[in-house]
């Protein structure tokens, strides 16, 4: 099993939709938990740490299920400027572990 | 903004050659790292180091590998010699405290092995 498992995507969705994007993780006794965001050849960037109570970040929200070991992005409302790769990130305190991504294409 | 700076931006080399690849974290960050992408896919994990010394590191990152921090601001990786497959981009984030863990990244140095 892949230490944090990804859909590849493209989700193709138009502005202003609702779209969820889903991460597993192997290791139990992963601490951190992040979503990430990378446009085409550029650094990875954070977008939001995840908690186990949920947070909330203007149109994201992300979840953690450390039972299931199942992490979830939703965007809503979504943007043109939203278009990039959702990098799932988890791992501790020396070593986080990055997901393949999810392609993410809004189109107008 | 204080941001993670990397040099040189792209780097073409031959094989066998020895890379060495520069970083300067943020200034009052403890914990750095480096990692690679190979062209359209992943982000992975190569080695992570504070105190100087390294804390962590992944099988990537064999004896052609190795970090250094030579001075208070400087951050190298380099690689001994250097073969076709370790083309790619690198990245070196820094991060202030472990437990927030957030990772800044530099812009990247791209290095093509011919």
């Known amino acids: 099993r892949k230490e944090v498992e990804q859909d590849p995507g493209p989700f193709n969705v138009p502005e202003g939709a609702t779209v969820a994007f889903n991460c597993t993780y192997s290791?139990?006794?992963?601490?951190?938990f992040f979503w990430y965001r990378q446009d085409c050849r550029k650094e990875p960037k954070l977008l939001m740490s995840?908690?186990?109570s949920g947070n909330e970040d203007g149109r994201f929200t992300a979840q953690l299920n450390r039972a299931s070991q199942y992490i979830s992005l939703l965007i809503r409302d979504s943007k043109l400027s939203d278009s990039a790769t959702y990098l799932c990130?988890?791992?501790?305190?020396?070593?986080?572990?990055f997901g393949s991504g999810t392609r993410l294409l809004v189109r107008p | 903004e204080p941001e993670v700076t990397q040099t040189p931006s792209h780097q073409v080399t031959q094989m066998g050659q020895e890379v060495i690849l520069r970083c300067v974290p943020i200034?009052?960050?403890?914990?750095f790292y480096w990692y690679r992408q190979i062209l359209g896919q992943k982000v992975e994990f190569l080695v992570s180091?504070?105190?100087?010394?390294?804390?962590?590191k992944s099988e990537i990152f064999d004896d052609q590998f190795s970090v250094e921090r030579p001075d208070g601001s400087n951050f190298t990786l380099k690689i001994r010699s250097t073969k076709l497959e370790d083309s790619a981009m690198y990245f070196c984030?820094?991060?202030?405290?472990?437990?927030?863990?957030?990772?800044?990244f530099g812009e990247g140095s791209r290095l093509t092995v011919l």
């Open positions: 200034s009052n960050h403890l914990y």
């Open positions: 984030a820094s991060t202030p405290d472990t437990n927030t863990g957030e990772l800044f």
């Open positions: 180091f504070y105190n100087n010394e390294i804390s962590e």
């Open positions: 290791n139990s006794a992963s601490q951190s």
């Open positions: 995840v908690y186990s």
């Open positions: 990130v988890v791992g501790s305190s020396y070593k986080l572990i």
